[in-house]
């Protein structure tokens, strides 16, 4: 009963403040939103078919379609909305709710019931996470109903939207209280929140930059090695040849292959560098709170088949049609020189092929990781930080 009127009390209180309100407000805008986008026989339609974009890769039924809408919610929905600016309006309204209690005389009235203090805080803390969670579930609700008939497709892990928001919610308030209960004043605790928030969006930003820097690397030099294998086989089948054209072509597969060595060597060096800068990024992240992975595992478990997924869309690699096999060169073509246009956009394509590779795997990186071990040591952190303002919490004299 004890625990129930806590509770109870703490969902009052929120329900209290107009920021509430004023978040909820705004989801419903945002999701209505998101409702007006449809899709028909021609292509693509926003705001409620007011204006349509005929496309044929975006009409009704087709696996586009359904990368299109959910990476949408997934990506850009969440990620922008509910992790941001709901989480920052969630901040504003639930910094002040430890210090306010133990400055306005109510904590008094609690700790006189037989009711211990470690209690009371994990009651208050717990309490003061509805604000998201309710705001959660209202949004996902929503938008389960949109994806239904958009897509006819009942998806309910939509709201796995609803816990991983409101966890990635509590790796921020459970430092916002610690900080509270050590400067008793919610502004405080709002500003160190700020700090500590932005530091957590420091250390995952450097380190998958790092991670793309490393990965775009290996493709390079697996593309370079490869190159480097095909003009050996392809000097040792001119050495053979006694055609002067034959030893001219020599001569320059042997200058560019000595080049790609060297390219190589200094590849391989610059890849060690890369990776001792993240190497302390790497162990960082494996002890600090993952709040952008958090937030990732709900584009993993909304869109399971890595073929259709947000990000191939981003590139554009859905547009592209397969590519002509080149024919096989003639027996005179070995001595033929390479165009500089030519020359240049084979480069060109190198690059773009290099860096969606990299993208590639950087993203399957990220789908392999256990949402386990995403979850697991995040709240583990949270875990020492909450313990420690309990301590703080139940020792000190009020």
């Not at 039924?61 to 920052?88: D, E, K």
């Not at 709201?159 to 509590?170: K, Q």
């Not at 034959?246 to 560098?273: C, F, G, H, S, Y």
């Not at 478990?301 to 869309?313: G, I, K, N, Q, V």
Request: hydrophobic letters at 50%; one cysteine or more.
């Amino acid at each position: 009963m004890q625990t129930g009127a806590i509770l109870l009390d703490s969902l009052r209180l929120l329900r209290s403040r107009k920021l509430f309100w004023i978040s909820l407000g705004i989801s419903v805008v945002v999701m209505l939103a998101y409702a007006s986008i449809g899709f028909g026989e021609n292509g693509l339609s926003l705001f409620f078919g007011a204006w349509e974009l005929e496309d044929p890769f975006f009409t009704k039924g087709s696996p586009w379609s359904r990368a299109l809408y959910l990476g949408l919610f997934s990506n850009i929905v969440v990620t922008v909305w509910l992790t941001w600016a709901a989480t920052i309006l969630a901040l504003v309204s639930t910094s002040s709710v430890f210090p306010d209690f133990m400055s306005a005389g109510s904590i008094e009235l609690v700790l006189s019931k037989p009711i211990s203090r470690v209690r009371v805080f994990l009651v208050k803390y717990l309490g003061s996470l509805l604000f998201v969670l309710l705001q959660v579930l209202v949004f996902c609700t929503g938008v389960f109903i949109c994806v239904g008939v958009r897509l006819d497709e009942w998806l309910w892990s939509i709201f796995a939207a609803v816990p991983l928001v409101t966890i990635f919610f509590s790796y921020l308030y459970a430092f916002n209280v610690l900080m509270g209960l050590l400067t008793r004043s919610g502004l405080a605790a709002l500003l160190f929140t700020a700090v500590f928030w932005f530091l957590l969006f420091a250390v995952q930003s450097g380190e998958a930059a790092l991670g793309g820097i490393t990965r775009e690397q290996q493709v390079r030099m697996e593309a370079l090695e490869k190159r480097v294998v095909e003009q050996e086989t392809r000097l040792e089948r001119l050495a053979a040849s006694e055609r002067p054209s034959d030893q001219r072509a020599k001569e320059r597969v042997a200058t560019e292959l000595e080049a790609n060595r060297t390219r190589l060597a200094e590849d391989a060096q610059r890849l060690d560098t890369i990776r001792r800068w993240h190497g302390p990024f790497e162990t960082l992240m494996a002890v600090l709170p993952k709040n952008q992975e958090t937030i990732g595992l709900l584009d993993r478990w909304l869109a399971p088949d890595a073929r259709y997924t947000f990000t191939e869309l981003m590139l554009g690699d859905y547009r592209e049609d397969p590519k002509p096999a080149e024919p096989p060169a003639a027996e005179g073509d070995e001595a033929a020189e390479p165009s500089p246009d030519s020359d240049r956009e084979r480069r060109r394509a190198e690059r773009r092929d290099v860096d969606r590779e990299a993208t590639r795997r950087v993203e399957s990186d990220l789908r392999s990781t256990s949402a386990l071990f995403i979850v697991g040591t995040s709240l583990a952190f949270e875990a020492v930080i909450l313990a420690l303002a309990a301590w703080i919490f139940a020792r000190r004299d009020f």
